[in-house]
C-alpha cells in the first residue's frame, strides 16, 4: 500500500475537510470538526456507568479464563524483554504470575467482546457508534477489541500501519475507553494533536515506499520508526497530550494519529482500559480473507453493531445534509 492508495482511502469527510474545508463546515457536527482537525475528540462522561459496572463484574472471570487457554492476548507488544520473557497470555505460568491481573505493563488481552456481552456492548455504545456513523458515512464495524490491566508502555506509532486488515485503510479509528479513573502515575495514553493530517510523502518507508508494518519487517526497519517520528514531531512542532480521563469518558482517535502508551510512574497502579478498532462495516462486507496485502490474517469474521447497516453515498449524504439541518434549526430556536 502506497501513501496516494491510502490518502484516496480515507473517509468521505477527511477528504472533503481536507480540500474542501469551508463545505465540510457546513455539513459536519462541530464532534467531527475537531476530529478532522485534531485527529482526536473527547466525549465527557458519555458512557453509561452501569454498563461500565457490569464489564467490571465480568472481568472478574479473567482469570479463570486464561488458565483454560480461551483467552488469547499478548504480553510485551514491543517485545520489552526486560518486562516478561513470554510473549503470549498462556505463558504467563511460566513467568511465575498466576492471576493475570498482578502482571505488569505491556499485557493486553484481544476481543474481550467475544467473551462478555457487556464487553460487546461498550464498544457498541451509542456515543461512540452514532460518532463513527457520521465520520464514516456508514455503520462502523469493530475490528478487534484490547483491554490493559496496566500501562501499555507502547511507543509512539500510528495504528494504521499495524491495523490493516480491512479494505479502505483510511476508514479507521479508535475509541479508548477508561475502565477507571486513570492517573498520570500509571503510564496514562499519550497523543499528538494533528498528526494525523499526513501528506504523501510525510510516510514510513517500510517496504519499497510501502506504508504497512508486517510481521517479516526487519530489525533495523522498525527501530527506523522510531527515529522518523520523533524526526517528524520536531520539524512539525506538535506538542504531546496526555489523557487522564475519569472513568465514564471517551477518546476516539484517527486511524494515522501518533500515539502510544507511556512509562508508568508508579509500577503498582493499575491503568485498565478498553480499547476498541473500528472501521465501516461496508470494508468488511468486501473482505473475503480477513487479509489485505501483506497484513497479517485474522481468523474471525468482524463484528458489527446488529441495529446498524451500511448505506449507499447518497443516503450518506443525504443524512449528513439532514444532521446539518437539524442543527441549523436548533441553533435558530436557541438564538430566537
Ligand atoms: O493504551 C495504550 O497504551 C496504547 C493503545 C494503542 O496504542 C493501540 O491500541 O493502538
Same mark, same amino acid.
Given at each position: 500500500m502506497l501513501p496516494d492508495q491510502y490518502l484516496s482511502s480515507l473517509t468521505l469527510a477527511e477528504r472533503l475537510y481536507r480540500h474542501q474545508p469551508q463545505i465540510a463546515e457546513q455539513i459536519y457536527s462541530p464532534e467531527l470538526l475537531q476530529f478532522l482537525r485534531d485527529g482526536v475528540v473527547i466525549f465527557p462522561q458519555a458512557l453509561d456507568l452501569d454498563l461500565l459496572d457490569q464489564v467490571d463484574a465480568d472481568l472478574h472471570d479473567l482469570p479463570r479464563l486464561a488458565r483454560t487457554s480461551l483467552l488469547h492476548g499478548m504480553i510485551g =507488544?514491543?517485545?520489552k524483554a526486560d518486562h516478561y520473557e !513470554?510473549?503470549?497470555?498462556?505463558?504467563?505460568p511460566m513467568l511465575?504470575?498466576?492471576?493475570?491481573?498482578e502482571a505488569g505493563p505491556g499485557l493486553k488481552l484481544n476481543d474481550l467482546h467475544r467473551y462478555f456481552d457487556s464487553a460487546r456492548a461498550l464498544a457498541f455504545a451509542n456515543p461512540i457508534i452514532r460518532f463513527l456513523d457520521e465520520l464514516f458515512g456508514s455503520a462502523p464495524a469493530l475490528i478487534q477489541s484490547l483491554t490493559f490491566?496496566?500501562?501499555?508502555? /507502547?511507543?509512539? &506509532? /500510528?495504528d494504521f500501519s499495524y491495523v +490493516?486488515? +480491512?479494505?479502505?485503510?483510511?476508514h479507521l479509528a479508535a475509541a479508548w475507553i477508561p475502565l477507571e479513573d486513570i492517573s498520570? /502515575? !500509571?503510564?496514562p495514553l499519550v497523543y499528538y494533536k494533528?498528526? &494525523?493530517?499526513?501528506?504523501? +510523502?510525510?510516510?514510513?518507508?517500510?517496504?519499497?515506499?510501502?506504508?504497512l508494518a508486517s510481521r517479516d519487517t526487519d530489525a533495523e526497519t522498525a527501530a527506523g520508526y522510531d527515529h522518523y517520528l520523533e524526526t517528524l514531531i520536531g520539524e512539525r512542532g506538535w506538542t504531546p497530550s496526555i489523557y487522564l480521563p475519569r472513568r465514564g469518558d471517551v477518546l476516539i482517535w484517527h486511524g494515522a494519529l501518533i500515539h502510544g502508551g507511556t512509562a508508568m510512574g508508579?509500577?503498582?497502579l493499575t491503568r485498565r482500559s478498553y480499547v476498541c478498532h473500528y472501521t465501516a462495516a461496508a470494508n468488511h462486507r468486501a473482505m !473475503? /480473507? &480477513?487479509? =489485505?496485502?501483506?497484513g497479517y490474517d485474522f481468523s474471525e469474521p468482524p463484528s458489527l453493531p446488529e441495529t446498524m447497516r451500511s448505506r449507499s453515498l447518497p443516503s450518506r449524504l443525504m443524512s449528513a445534509a439532514g444532521r446539518r439541518l437539524k442543527q441549523l434549526i436548533t441553533g435558530a430556536r436557541s438564538h430566537a
Open positions: =507488544i514491543d517485545g !513470554a510473549r503470549v497470555l498462556r505463558n504467563l511465575g504470575v498466576t492471576d493475570l491481573r490491566w496496566k500501562s501499555s508502555e /507502547q511507543s509512539l &506509532h /500510528q +490493516h486488515h +480491512h479494505s479502505r485503510l483510511g498520570d /502515575q !500509571a503510564g494533528g498528526s &494525523h493530517l499526513l501528506e504523501s +510523502h510525510q510516510f514510513y518507508d517500510w517496504h519499497q515506499g510501502g506504508i508508579d509500577p503498582d !473475503a /480473507q &480477513h487479509r =489485505i496485502g501483506d
